[in-house]
């Protein structure tokens, strides 16, 4: 597969963005999805997951309550959606797919900036 991310930018601390990723092929429904993001001299950090159905979600402690990760498996799409962004957000975000071998596949990034 390979993975597309935008919907990346320049916000202001308070702000939203929602980051897309879409798939190439026609599996993409049968892929565990996930959000990473890696920021300046830091390792790259598991942001949210998703199952392959949508029907669970996973979500590093320091973006709970303000991201919320969704997938439309019609659209081959993944999201993210950012609220309350805050400064140490700023990053580029990548999408991760994972097929059920175990294979995994990454998208080049998008970078987010939260910045005044």
């Known amino acids: 597969a390979q993975l597309a991310e935008s919907g990346g930018g320049l916000v202001q601390p308070g702000g939203s963005l929602r980051l897309s990723c879409v798939a190439s092929?026609?599996?993409?429904?049968?892929?565990?999805m996930s959000w990473y993001r890696q920021a300046p001299g830091k390792e790259r950090e598991l942001v949210a997951s998703i199952t392959t159905g949508g029907t669970s979600t996973d979500y590093a402690d320091s973006v709970k309550g303000r991201f919320t990760i969704s997938r439309d498996n019609a659209k081959n799409t993944v999201y993210l959606q950012m609220n309350s962004l805050k400064p140490e957000d700023t990053a580029v975000y990548f999408c991760?797919?994972?097929?059920?071998?175990?294979?995994?596949?990454w998208g080049q990034g998008t970078q987010v900036t939260v910045s005044s």
């Open positions: 991760r797919a994972v097929a059920i071998t175990g294979r995994q596949y």
């Open positions: 092929g026609s599996t993409f429904s049968w892929y565990v």
